[in-house]
């Protein structure tokens, strides 16, 4: 089993509908969050970070943790096509150099 | 801004070549790491440094070794390309505390082909 699921997708929305990407996880050991962004053709950009539970939102992105459960969601609202990209979740132990990614989700934004 | 390259953005290698993937950072950042990236398996971790000529593997190391002679450079070398190491590879770099606020930055991406 691998320590991080995330659903690869891929997922199509009409614009301006709110997008929901989840992961789940395994290990009770990570207290960082990560969700990272990869438009076509580049590296992955850390779009949001949150430690430990709770929300965190920033604009139209907002980042939710529930570690009773190991579940944590991206939303995004307000969708744009300039949003289309590959998601990816990443989880982080305290005081680990190494981050541990799920398999990203393509989502793509339609006019 | 942070800045971190990579030699090639495509590469086509014959079975059994010796490749080089070269990363460099220009933000005298302590850790760098090399990813593979595929599709339904999301990013690998295959060898990481925290310094100088130090390194660590990660989850997939077989087949593959590195080099990090200075600080701004790291080096993935296959010592005999497969077809099954026919991949993106990704360069990353980050701060020695490894704190998410410091996050990892990652370079543009190699598509390797192995033919």
């Known amino acids: 089993q691998k320590e991080v699921e995330q659903d690869p997708g891929p997922l199509s929305v009409p614009e301006g509908a709110i997008v929901s990407l989840n992961c789940t996880y395994s290990n009770s050991a990570f207290q960082y969050f990560m969700w990272y962004r990869q438009y076509s053709r580049k590296g992955p950009e850390l779009l949001m970070y949150t430690y430990s539970s709770g929300n965190k939102e920033d604009g139209r992105f907002t980042a939710q943790v529930d570690k009773s459960s190991k579940y944590i969601s991206l939303f995004i609202r307000d969708s744009q096509p300039s949003d289309s990209a590959t998601y990816l979740c990443a989880m982080q132990r305290q005081g680990a150099q190494k981050l541990v990614f799920g398999q990203g989700t393509r989502l793509t934004i339609n006019p | 801004d942070v800045k971190v390259t990579q030699s090639s953005r495509y590469l086509v290698k014959r079975t059994g070549e010796k490749v080089f993937l070269e990363c460099v950072q220009d933000m005298d950042h302590e850790n760098m790491f090399w990813y593979r990236q595929d599709p339904g398996l999301g990013l690998r971790l295959i060898y990481f440094?925290?310094?100088?000529?130090?390194?660590e593997k990660g989850d997939i190391p077989e087949g593959y070794s590195v080099s990090r002679e200075k600080k701004e450079r790291f080096s993935l070398i296959l010592e005999s390309a497969s077809t099954n190491q026919t991949s993106m590879y990704l360069c990353?770099?980050?701060?020695?505390?490894?704190?998410?606020?410091?996050?990892?930055?990652f370079g543009p991406g190699t598509r390797l082909l192995v033919l």
């Open positions: 440094s925290y310094d100088v000529k130090m390194k």
């Open positions: 990353a770099s980050s701060t020695r505390t490894g704190a998410p606020q410091e996050t990892q930055y």
